[in-house]
């Protein structure tokens, strides 16, 4: 079992910035892929942003985005914290969701994620 919790969400003006953290429990943080997911009202669940386990790789790749976020946002890890980041930079209203931190050994999409945090509200006002 691995239990995951997020950390470093809030409100911040368009074009700021803010780091979530996701911090794991379990000796088995390495042996996993990670992710970030958001959510909206009425919405479903949308990918933001993946990362391979030590090792692997994502389709040709160690991280993965989604086009929305492209170059303002960066996802690492760091193995011997057991913690996984989403540093978000030039934040936009339509960046306001409820963020998910995700682990799983397909963490692209909602039906390859074995492990769900509670979820860290971000809020991005214009």
């Known amino acids: 079992q691995v239990q995951l919790v997020e950390s470093g969400g809030g409100l911040v003006q368009a074009g700021g910035s803010l780091r979530l953290s996701c911090a794991t429990s379990?000796?088995?943080?390495?042996?996993?892929?990670m992710g970030w997911f958001r959510q909206t009202p009425g919405k479903e669940r949308e990918f933001v942003a993946a990362i391979s386990r030590s090792g692997g790789s994502l389709s040709g790749g160690s991280t993965r985005y989604a086009d929305s976020v492209k170059g303002r946002f960066t996802i690492s890890r760091d193995n011997a914290k057991n913690t996984v980041y989403l540093q978000m930079n030039s934040l936009k209203p339509e960046d306001t969701a409820v963020y998910y931190c995700a682990a799983g050994t397909v963490v692209v999409v909602t039906s390859g994620v074995d492990y769900w945090g509670q979820g860290t509200q971000v809020t991005v006002s214009s």
């Open positions: 379990g000796r088995t943080f390495s042996s996993y892929a």
